[in-house]
């Protein structure tokens, strides 16, 4: 006689065992048409599963994010389903939900085409309107091996055998003849995915994204709870496409990359340009946040990366090089253990902390070929780190102080929605319980004081400390994770840092690392996006171009251009022998805020035609009021 506990409290007493379809049918009519999957004691359900004890219970939906995931995995065994129909003899490997959609991994010689995803497509709606039922099966081990060798699915097989002995494995079937391995749980039916689904793309995959073996082919999907969420988000990809950092790293000639030397930034003279201006704006907020700007060496001996813990948890990611005299030194992927070494230097008292050190430095971590992207992921980077040691007693007014800089930094350059996420102590930690309890609590504190949006990861802390991630939205709705802020409770000790207490005794220093984007280059990469190009005057590499109209107005422009320039403005004069019309058309496409247009009427009046991007309207003004207003516009936004 179970008694189900709903998520409002309300209890239900049954004579017998409840599968989910009863159960939905019990509360409501309406719920029962909308049920999807359930939770039961914490675990996700298929509506069949048969509840026989005491439950805590929850009807999941399509407004759950739950039941959301659980469309987007129907959907990629209805693809699966599509393609092996359509062409027998392909090979399923994988098929997860991702963010916003799904994929599946497919073995087969022939690439899939654009045609060849519109007809999936076309094959998926069919299965869809069958509304073929799902039915889970548990098999022995033994039983499934053997008959995934039988058919032919050889990768399935593969995956069967390095799933650990003691597991369940279950079976989904839809309809009669289609199955696969899978943990579930699933829908009741296919019709119960609806039509909001579509195709994207094609592209390659090594298995198991090990590039020692076979290429596979990947289709990716997205599927939505409804069409009109699925036109939104296909919106949003046509809109990032224009905004690709990559194309208008190239329209605007800021930077390139090259094969000779992966994952690694060319940057060009306008480029450079942008990333030294945000540094000097980061530089200087630091500087009146009380930060001490330090540098360490990019190569540094193995065995401090082994006091450290790094080499034994990231070695697989770390360049390394061996010296004539047979030491082994690796390229630094992070800043913290040169830093530590630059506390250690010197005698240190309470009355030095809290010390913060902060850092550009430029690390190097390996990266898949496959994964690098452009500047969101790169394998040489830019970290701007800060380590702040400080006593436990410092670390809540360390972390508000902290998280409040970054929200003031993040809102200056133009992104208000900001979303923290909290992580607290995982099972395998190091440090003391205590210690714990205070550096959680004063980052949960800096949280609710921060009055953000923030959720909680339970247990997916650090070894060493609890974190906060802070993750920006940008102008067409994706979210970045950028800045982090974490107590370490581990590296200052395994490094030897200490200082000299109030009562003489010598204490290890808790560590607070701080990043604010994580990496310059990447956070260059988001800006550009965020902006589509059209960066915020102080920021833009060429902030003005100026513009004679005839041969005549040259001596004119290039006097409206020195005067610019002996004002910090950064600026050019394009004396081309070209109409104007084409000049302006050519200028905007590389993103320039101001273009200054000086003809005769100018020249004789000491004025500038200024035409600001993204408007058809111009303005005549003195050109010495423009220069003041130009010069108040290009200081750094310090307050």
Known sequence: ????????????????????????????????????????????????????????????????????????HDAAHIMAMAVQELFPGTQVTIGPVIENGFYYDFARKEPFTENDLTKIEKRMAEIIDRDVKTKREVWTRENAIKHFKKIGEKYKAEIIESIPKNEELSVYHHGETWHDLCRGPHLASSGKIGKAFKLTKVSGAYWRGDSNNEMLQRIYGTCWENKKDLDGYLQRLEEAEKRDHRKLGKEMDLFHFREESPGSVFWHEKGWILFQRLVEYMRMKQRLAGYREVSTPELLDKNLWEKSGHWEKFGEHMFTSQTPDEKVFAVKPMNCPGCVQIFNQGLKSYRDLPLKLSEFGKVHRYEPSGALHGLLRVRAFTQDDA?????????????????????????????????????????????????????????????????????????????????????????????????????????????????????????????????????????????????????????????????????????????VFEDLFKEGIKCEVDLKNQKINYKIREHSLTKIPMLLICGKKEQSDDTVTIRKLGSEKQETIKRSDFIKQMSKLNKLPLN
């Open 1 to 72: 006689m179970p008694e189900i506990l709903l998520l409002d409290g309300k209890k239900i007493k049954f004579s017998k065992s409840i599968d989910g379809f009863e159960l939905s049918k019990k509360i409501s009519k309406s719920l029962e048409k909308s049920a999807l999957i359930m939770e039961v004691d914490g675990e996700l359900k298929d509506l069949s599963f048969e509840i026989k004890k005491d439950s805590k219970v929850k009807i999941i939906t399509s407004r759950d994010k739950e039941g959301l995931e659980v469309i987007r």
């Open 387 to 559: 380590h702040i040691f400080c006593t436990e007693d410092q670390i809540t007014n360390e972390s508000i102080t902290v998280t409040n800089l970054i929200i003031e930094i993040y809102k200056t350059l133009g992104f208000e929605n900001i979303i923290l996420k909290y992580s607290d102590r995982p099972e395998k930690r190091v440090g003391d319980d205590k210690v714990w309890d205070k550096s959680e609590a004063a980052l949960l504190d800096a949280i609710k004081k921060s009055k953000l949006e923030y959720t909680i990861n339970k247990g997916e802390g650090a070894f060493y400390g609890p974190k906060i991630e802070f993750v920006l939205r940008d102008a067409i709705g994706r979210d970045w994770q950028c800045g982090t802020l974490q107590v370490d409770l581990n590296l200052p000790g395994r490094l030897g840092a200490t200082f000299v207490d109030k009562d003489g005794s010598k204490k290890t220093p808790v560590m607070l690392h701080r990043a604010l984007f994580g990496s310059i280059e990447r956070f260059i990469g988001i800006l550009i996006e965020h902006y589509a190009g059209k960066l915020p005057l102080w920021l833009s590499p060429t902030q003005a171009v100026v513009l004679p109209i005839s041969e005549e107005n040259n001596s004119y422009a290039k006097k």
